[in-house]
């Protein structure tokens, strides 16, 4: 069925929409800063972990694009405001707790539970309508009811661009991770570093 839908794309339209998700996903924005930002606080396998929970989100609102529920919530601006404000309060109460916790301990970077991270991650990008607002208006500009079922294609199409995007986020996630060891460790900075990022995030859902 959905492989029968995807293999009616042309190749070149269906290539062009890969190469355009992957500029835009290795672009930085919320998600990479967000998964740079647990890899500097926690290491490059809690970065990586985060970029894996953005991934999750970015699922559901693949979900909630191919089903039609995406435009009934874009329809409200009422509901993608409390939308952002809800994702700036959690950004803001990470950033809070990353500013109050003690320096890292090297021995015990690797203690923090992978679902707490993939967790964040997933709700980060949940709390953020950008996402959604995007693939309303991306996903259906490589369609075409020659293909087949239109529901078909979002979630084919979709699918990819959240595989593509997912290791893209992991990578910067797992960057920001060997990069924080390596550059902040001796300094005792990386949980305030971390805790800057947050709040920037948090910051730039407030603030269009």
């Known amino acids: 069925m959905i492989w029968d839908t995807l293999a009616a794309i042309p190749w070149p339209q269906l290539a062009g929409f890969v190469a355009?998700?992957?500029v835009l996903n290795v672009a930085p924005g919320q998600d990479v800063f967000?998964?740079?930002?647990?890899?500097?606080?926690?290491?490059?396998?809690?970065?990586?972990?985060?970029?894996?929970?953005?991934?999750?989100g970015?699922?559901?609102?693949?979900?909630?694009?191919?089903?039609?529920?995406?435009?009934?919530?874009?329809?409200h601006p009422g509901?993608?405001?409390a939308i952002r404000w809800l994702g700036a309060a959690y950004l803001?109460?990470?950033?809070v707790q990353a500013w109050r916790a003690p320096p890292p301990d090297p021995t015990a970077r690797g203690s923090v539970r992978p679902w707490t991270i993939i967790r964040r991650g997933m709700l980060s990008n949940l709390l953020n309508p950008k996402p959604l607002l995007?693939?309303?208006?991306?996903?259906?500009q490589f369609t075409s009811p020659a293909y087949g079922p239109l529901w078909?294609?979002?979630?084919?199409?979709?699918?990819?661009?959240?595989?593509?995007g997912t290791l893209v986020t992991m990578a910067y996630?797992?960057?920001?991770?060997?990069?924080g060891m390596r550059l902040g460790a001796r300094l005792g900075v990386l949980n305030k570093a971390a805790a800057v990022l947050f709040g920037a995030l948090a910051l730039r859902l407030v603030v269009r």
């Open 79 to 81: 509901a993608l405001t």
């Open 134 to 140: 995007f693939l309303l208006a991306f996903l259906p």
């Open 92 to 95: 803001a109460v990470l950033a």
């Open 34 to 56: 967000f998964a740079t930002a647990c890899g500097v606080q926690g290491g490059a396998r809690a970065g990586a972990l985060a970029g894996l929970g953005v991934g999750f």
């Open 152 to 164: 078909q294609q979002l979630l084919a199409l979709g699918l990819i661009f959240a595989f593509t």
């Open 58 to 75: 970015v699922l559901v609102h693949v979900a909630l694009t191919t089903l039609g529920l995406g435009a009934v919530v874009a329809a």
């Open 173 to 179: 996630g797992a960057a920001g991770g060997w990069l």
């Open 20 to 22: 355009g998700g992957l």
